[in-house]
């Protein structure tokens, strides 16, 4: 296998469903490209050389639409190899041509890049590339982004991409918009590899804003799933504004160099109209897919598994056992972070309570939707 393993690859992701996704796409648009796509289990390595497919990572949505057929749309093309993570860490050493996607959680992308430097591969691999950074989340020892975390590690200017990732739906080729922050060259070229591909992009340059908006989008889907199984849908849409208020108020200080903090803080007096900043288009189309996404229905469970008596923190590993949830360990650093920036999070305080164990899903989601002062006017 590692004899074999293309070491001048067009582009390389390490990751799950919507990494799949992201290099189907690619390799559609690209038939000439080779790609290489890696995964840290090598069953679904096995899996995926054998039949172009990872049931686990769709098989559930194709059953559910009812249509086998879609099993060989999601089929990744001919042109994409496959590769073991420690396969990729022992034998790969050359260097990737234009596009580099670690899409993996954003609390082992340290661990990841690093355990593959130290296992040799070079950083001199992806000095020609882009990188693409796609985990939603911040480290919580450090309160790192993960587009910092890449830039430290592989001496690049990540650039950050934020949207509707819907993964089932967007390998199937549904259109998908997606943000792209970061230096302006680099969100070019990578605009250009998906070019006339099923992804309609925004470009911008606000990097730790974008980043921002992922576990803050996140948290609050967990927030909006809670709400819709005390409350019903009718209130999902309450707190969801309140979410979108609550990432505004971050994004305007985030926008600002560190040092000048301060001083957006102190323009947060303003009256909103004068000091109200555009919300991440990439941001925005993931607030409007909250019903859609694995931390709405892990709000949702976790009201179950509450209320069939677990407490909160076995409720947090029985779901966690299913599927990756990045707002339940991006909750309590995303309250760090703000609270940092000296930015109020109540619905981010809350849902932390709740996690904790400290209040019921009830308590504390009665008391977020009874304060009136949660949206400026």
Known sequence: MTTHLNQYPDAVTMGGRFGWALTKTLALRHPGWQLLFVMRDTKKVDEAKAT???SSFFEDKIKKAGAPGLRKKIRMPGNVQFCSLDAFQKAFRGKVRKLFIPAVPSNRIREVLTGMIDAGVPVSAFSDCETLSVSKGMETASLEFPHEIMDEILGCDA???????????????????????????????????????NLMIYETFNRRKLSLAGPMKNIHSLATGMTSEVFGYSSVSTVATMGLSEFERAAFIVQFPKK???????????????????????????????????????????????????????????????????????????????????????????????????????QGLEAVIRQKNLIPT
């Open 52 to 54: 172009g497919l990872v």
């Open 159 to 197: 650039v950050v991409a934020l949207g509707g990732n819907l993964a089932f739906e967007f390998a199937l080729a549904d259109p998908m918009l997606i943000e792209l922050a970061g230096f302006k060259a680099n969100t070019r070229r990578i605009t250009q590899f998906f070019s006339g591909a």
């Open 260 to 362: 000048w903090h301060g001083m957006a803080r102190r323009l947060q007096r303003l009256p909103f109209h004068f000091r109200s900043v555009p919300l991440a288009g990439g941001a925005m189309s993931d607030y409007h897919l909250f019903r859609f996404t694995r931390n709405f229905s892990a709000g949702q469970d976790f009201v179950r598994q509450v209320r069939q008596g677990l407490t909160a923190l076995q409720a947090i590993a029985a779901i966690s056992r299913q599927a990756t949830i990045e707002s339940f360990v991006s909750a309590l650093p995303t309250r760090e972070f703000l609270c940092r920036l000296g930015c109020r999070c109540p619905i981010i305080e809350t849902m932390c309570r709740i996690l904790a164990g400290e209040v019921t899903p009830e």
